[in-house]
């Protein structure tokens, strides 16, 4: 695998990712160790792992879960490209979440003390550390909304538009053309808390009534505007410019 310098980041073209300056960029490839690919399926870090390192997500989805003892697993969230994977991990003895490639990934891997390093040599870039945490956790927080009040149509309405916007703004061509859309049903379900049948069924429903559809992996919306106001969604619900580390 062909290690990317992190000034020539295919990342960093991207316009919602702020720029960095040149020396904040030399400090994060101090911090780097090395890329890594993981196959779809394949675990990146495990729940209960110890001294998991920090990963930004450089290509490919992941998710990030937990699962009780007889196996029932709940998605607390989906990983994107840029996002940075393991904060949570560093604050506990151990993991108290799994991390699970989605599709096929490419991660740069940073030292397991580079949060250290970052508050005490780079506050500007911690910041965004804090920054992209807080975004995550606002993330979390819809999601529990969705499972505690919303109905099985806005859980999956709401679910469609967040996704639909945060891949759409991480491609150059417009949103017309659709988005990058890996999740199964079983990834739905096992993210809203709903039976795969019901999954299928207001999927199904919301699709008769020309809302989205899903075709080779790709997500349609075909009236954004009714499926935000099904899930209760105000403002333009675009990705903020965001840290890159």
Known sequence: MKIIDCKECPLREIP???PATAKELDFIETLKRRQIGVVADDSIIHEGQENAPLYTLLSGWAFRFK???????QILNFLLPGDFIGVQQKMADASAHGVTALTNVT???????????????APRLSFGVTWLTAQEESLVDDSLLSVGRRSAEERIASLLVITFKRAAALQAEGPEHGVAFPLTQQHIADALGLSLVHTNKTLRKLERRGLHRIVDGRLYLGDLKALARIADLYGDGKPAPRPLI
């Open 67 to 73: 699962t009780l003892s007889d196996g029932r697993r």
């Open 107 to 121: 991660l740069c891997v940073f030292q397991r003390d580079a949060l250290w390093e970052l508050h005490t040599q």
């Open 16 to 18: 919602l990712f702020l």
